[in-house]
């Protein structure tokens, strides 16, 4: 399959602390032209801590845009020409207060492929020992130690899933199958 | 957890056929001031259809903000007003070229809970006739049919996996599993 748009332009129609907004320009293969409206957003990094005695945690973080909190793996995001394990590594200890020795990439992926050019990573956490947790005035987030059987139950029973953390559990189940 | 964020004000800075791009104001408890920018979009239908002998299908569609094509379960945009359970039968019928006489809710997630107040619904399709395929000019949509054990292979063995496409289809495990 090979590509079908030639870009032609890229205005960055916002640029806010977060992220850019932005408009392309292109032509198709007949020649036609479109435009593309998307958030350009370098990143995010998504991690799975994981004590000895087999316990996790997560957090319960108020989400404006859907005026409720949901149940999430810890989660930052990434500024451009960050490194995804030093983002991931920073946001444990920011908002879980975890620091970890042994650090494994579970996979990437696109959460919003169509809207968003972000890539977000997800990490498994071991080794782990407890440090302050620093939040931002922004964050307003409960962290939650428990075992990885109540935090699948937590994850998956919510009435609206966190698409992001259900893709960092099913990524943690397939690297703890081995495959 | 109670709200931590009253909103002031909602302005609409672009609004395309696709979705809104909105800056809202708020205040925090403590009452000072912040802005909020994300995209407004009603939401997306996504579809795992299941055929009686065990196989299904996954599009390949290039994704532009990637510049490379990805495995993928078919999916739709939601417009306002619209009801998930049609807009997923008129999404199977135009990109898969498939009408499905057996529909099953699989659940609901935020893709992108920090950008986008997008909810994605997951559908189970089964008794599963074919019918013609109708793609718009943008789409570049492969249609390919295959066994579920090759489906789940294809959909986590990229370099950059759909996230939509994993929820689903760890909804779709759930579902099999009798949960």
């Not at 977060?18 to 998504?46: A, K, L, N, P």
């Not at 994981?50 to 149940?71: K, M, P």
């Amino acid at each position: 399959m090979s590509r079908p748009f030639q870009r032609l332009s890229r205005d960055v129609l916002v640029h806010n602390a977060w992220h850019r907004y932005c408009r392309d320009r292109y032509t198709r293969r007949d020649g036609s032209e479109g435009e593309y409206f998307y958030v350009d957003m370098t990143g995010s990094c998504g991690i799975v801590p994981l004590f000895a005695d087999g316990s996790t945690v997560l957090c319960r973080a108020w989400r404006y845009l859907f005026d409720r909190a949901l149940w999430e793996f810890p989660i930052g995001g990434m500024q451009p020409g960050e490194d995804p394990l030093q983002v991931a590594q920073h946001e444990l200890e920011e908002e879980a207060g975890l620091r970890a020795r042994e650090w494994t990439p579970l996979g990437r992926f696109a959460p919003y492929k169509g809207v968003s050019n972000e890539v977000c990573h997800f990490f498994l956490a071991r080794e782990l020992v407890e440090v302050p947790q620093r939040l931002e005035p922004e964050e307003d987030i409960e962290v939650h130690r428990m075992g990885l059987d109540e935090a699948e139950r937590l994850l998956m029973g919510q009435d609206l899933l966190d698409g992001q953390s259900v893709c960092g559990l099913l990524l943690l189940r397939r690297h703890l199958a081995g495959a």
